[in-house]
């Protein structure tokens, strides 16, 4: 094999609509961050979340602002829940760093919140005593939650609503790896008060960066939409009279997003697929576990990631040398700028044959990592409340995601499955 097969990478349509509407927009001098892609493709977002429920009686539904990456999505729906200094925020500790960063960018801190095993996402018991302890402690409740969609798997929203609902809290769904995933048939991001997307060049599907926020009803699109683009009054000169941020998506991405919607289900049925093939041809190879989705029928996961836990008595070739040498390749190094690491190991690490799988797969040419370190284990969030029941960062140690991605092909997946079983002592 020689091609290198990656965990998930951008595909674009086999009719190149991205490059038409990319054009359409240097053809008509819309290179900017507004203009007919960008309002197109809110529409086609709109419609695509708001499938197949119709719209909330009354209130108009859900409106979608496009954005230039989910990280700013995160960022303005907790600006518009009205997190500040002093505030806390309940965020579930398993994910990547986008889902609790915005949070310090306001000043206010994130309560990490740990997950149920059968998700992975975060758990509604510890969410509640977490909120019931926050007022005890500090006089007044959190002002937002923030679940996230693990590899694109729902998290239980029904029992994380009602919490928040008792305790009058918004949500905030982190959905940006669930786009099209849902939950009881509905789609994730549409539960909660908002729900963030993500089009990073590695998601469901991409406009190379981006993201959307999925908003409550006109009145709440309106004051993100002015939180977007630097909160300008309507003068004819600039007046400002709260502080905004340049968060539009540029006209440009958003050509390769509506694009793109034109395969969104296309993706999603492959993610689904090659996940499939993954449960089917692990079932029978010991000490290797597929992570699936609760077998009661609520779920419907886009399987954006295919994941995997190991045994720790699993033994694997070349076990001995794991963490032996200093990375100098980190994960997210941007432009070949990385900080030399001072040693190879840390405090909570993936167990030795977690690292000696992903080597040897690296080795044969396939793209594997571990699952995200859980926050309340990251050296930045030290001083953050937590609370935990071990799940997370035991899984944290297990754990490994597999190639799911368009470009992933059934052979691909035996040929992955193959190289895994060779790398079994
Ligand atoms: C869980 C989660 N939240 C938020 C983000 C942020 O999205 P972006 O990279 O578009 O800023 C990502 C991914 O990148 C993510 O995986």
Partial sequence: MTKRIYLCLAHMSDTGLEQKYIKEAFDTNWVVP??????????????????????????????????????????LALKACGVGPGDEVCVQSFTFC??????TYLGATPVFIDSEKDTWNMDPELLEEAIKDRIAKTGKAPKAIVPVALYGMPYQIDRIMEIADKY????????????????????????????????????MITTSGGGALITPDEESWREIMMYATQYRESYPYYQHEKIGYNYRMS??????????????NDHIAHHKHVQALYEELLKDVNGIHVHTQPGDGG????????????????????????????????????AGVIHAADSATTDCQ????????????????????????????????????????????????????????????????????????????
């Fill in 34 to 75: 507004l203009g007919p892609n960008v309002n197109g493709f809110e529409k086609d977002l709109e419609e695509f979340v708001a499938s197949p429920q119709p719209s909330p009686e009354g209130k108009g539904g859900k409106r979608v602002v496009a954005l230039s990456a989910g990280t700013a999505a995160v960022h």
């Fill in 98 to 103: 986008a889902s609790s960063h915005p949070i």
């Fill in 168 to 203: 009058g809290i918004p949500v905030i769904e982190d959905a940006a790896e669930g786009f099209g995933s849902k939950y009881k048939g509905q789609m994730l991001g549409t539960f909660g008060k908002y729900g963030v997307l993500s089009f990073n060049g590695n998601k």
């Fill in 251 to 264: 006209n440009i991405c958003a050509g390769i997003g509506r694009g793109q919607m034109t395969v969104a």
């Fill in 299 to 334: 779920y419907d996961s886009n399987y954006w990631l295919c994941t995997i836990t190991l045994d720790p008595d699993l033994k694997i070739k070349g076990q001995e040398n794991a963490y032996k040498t200093i990375v100098t390749g980190a994960v997210g190094g941007a």
């Fill in 350 to 425: 993936p167990n030795d044959n977690v690292e000696a799988l992903r080597v040897f797969l690296d080795q044969a040419g396939i793209e594997a990592r571990p699952v995200w370190k859980p926050m309340h284990k990251q050296p930045v969030y030290r001083d953050a409340p937590a609370y935990t029941n071990g799940v997370s960062e035991a899984i944290f140690k297990i754990g490994m995601c597999l190639p799911a991605g368009p470009y992933v092909t059934d052979d691909d997946v035996k040929y992955i499955v193959d190289t895994i079983k060779d790398a079994i002592v």
